[in-house]
């Protein structure tokens, strides 16, 4: 069964502190890896990896997927009470369909 | 920037009973999809839909379930006798296309409709 699990289910931080999110999976057929943040609503799009080894950057957050270890990290540096968010690793299996395999989520909380 | 919209937010309906959640993707997206989030548990696919037709569903989405696009707009779920255990959240996607061998476009979500089943 395909699977994607995330670590840590939750983190507390303090502002200014550099967080690390990680996703594993094990699926049958990877096409990509996308990273979402959640907030009160949506989850809105961070980043799609596909390409093993390559750092994808906005501003304070990056990723990257290593597809020999069959995982990513989010990197989150210099956090801000902002950055408090459900952030979902999600999994898109190739066919033509493009159905993503959510992980639990990582829970984070930036304190001032 | 474009987004997907759905209606209503929040949705309360006896057990029993049809619910029809809508969804209007973003206008040059070509693949439609919906999934669904029980409080508490992960993010779930429930089906995806191309050129009109479902292209996969999910063991979730059983007889009770259906999908339609009535117009050039619109995409709709509708669930025609509704269980308690359909309660959760449900999150329509979109995204422009779905290519083998390239990289694809990400898949951009609603708000979500609050489904409530009493």
């Known amino acids: 069964e395909d699977k994607v699990v995330q670590s840590p289910l939750s983190l507390v931080v303090h502002e200014g502190d550099t967080v690390t999110l990680n996703c594993s999976y094990e699926?049958?057929?990877?096409?990509?890896l996308l990273w979402y943040k959640q907030e009160k609503k949506a989850p809105t799009f961070l980043f799609m990896l596909?390409?093993?080894?390559i750092e994808k950057k906005s501003g304070r957050l990056s990723s990257i997927l290593d597809k020999k270890e069959l995982s990513s990290i989010l990197n989150i540096t210099a956090t801000q009470t902002g950055d408090s968010a459900i952030y979902l690793c999600?999994?898109?299996?190739?066919?033509?369909?493009?159905?993503?395999?959510f992980g639990q989520g990582t829970t984070l909380q930036v304190k001032p | 920037e474009p987004e997907v919209t759905q209606t209503p937010s929040h949705q309360v309906t006896q057990m029993g009973q049809e619910v029809i959640l809508r969804c209007v993707p973003i206008?040059?997206?070509?693949?439609f999809y919906w999934y669904r989030q029980i409080l508490g548990q992960k993010v779930e696919f429930l089906v995806s839909?191309?050129?009109?037709?479902?292209?996969?569903k999910s063991e979730i989405f059983d007889d009770q379930f259906s999908v339609e696009r009535p117009d050039g707009s619109n995409f709709t779920l509708k669930i025609r006798s509704t269980k308690l255990e359909d309660s959760a959240m449900y999150f329509c996607?979109?995204?422009?296309?779905?290519?083998?061998?390239?990289?694809?476009?990400?898949?951009?979500f609603g708000d979500g409709t609050r489904l409530s089943i009493l």
């Open positions: 996607a979109s995204s422009e296309s779905v290519r083998r061998g390239y990289s694809n476009q990400p898949q951009h």
């Open positions: 699926v049958t057929n990877f096409r990509s």
């Open positions: 596909t390409s093993s080894g």
């Open positions: 999600a999994v898109e299996v190739a066919s033509n369909t493009g159905k993503l395999i």
């Open positions: 206008s040059n997206h070509l693949y």
């Open positions: 839909f191309y050129n009109n037709e479902i292209s996969e």
